[in-house]
C-alpha cells in the first residue's frame, strides 16, 4: 500500500527539512511555527492495480516533494513513530518553472 502527499517547499527548505517536519524529530521548529511546507493534499492507494486515480492541481511556480508517509511495517499503530517508505527513499522533490 502506498500513499502521496504533495508538499510545496517553502524558501530554502530541503527535502530533509520535510521528512524532519514530518517525524517531529529535531525539527528546530518551535510547535507554533510552520512546518517547511503547504499541504495540498494527496491519494491513497487501493490495493486495485487496475485503478487510475486522479488529483487536479494548478502548481505555481515552486520546488515541490511527493512523499509516502505509509509506514513499512504493516503492523504500526497510531502514536508510534515508524520507518515509513520515505524513510526508504519514497519521496520525490520537482520544481515548476516560470
Keep these: 500500500m502506498h500513499e502521496v502527499d504533495i508538499f510545496r517547499l517553502r524558501g530554502n527548505h530541503t ?3 520535510v521528512n524532519r517536519w ?3 524529530e529535531d525539527s528546530g521548529l518551535p510547535s507554533e511555527t510552520a512546518g517547511p511546507v503547504d499541504a495540498l493534499g494527496g491519494l491513497l492507494d487501493s490495493h486495485d492495480l487496475k485503478r487510475v486515480s486522479w488529483l487536479r492541481r494548478d502548481f505555481r511556480p515552486g520546488r515541490y ?3 509516502c508517509e505509509m509506514p513499512m511495517d504493516p503492523a504500526a499503530t497510531a502514536g508510534k ?3 515509513t517508505h520515505a524513510d526508504a527513499g519514497m519521496m520525490h522533490e520537482f520544481a515548476v518553472a516560470e
Design 22 to 24: 514530518r517525524k517531529r
Design 65 to 67: 516533494v511527493l512523499h
Design 81 to 83: 513513530v515508524d520507518v
Design 15 to 17: 527535502i530533509a527539512d
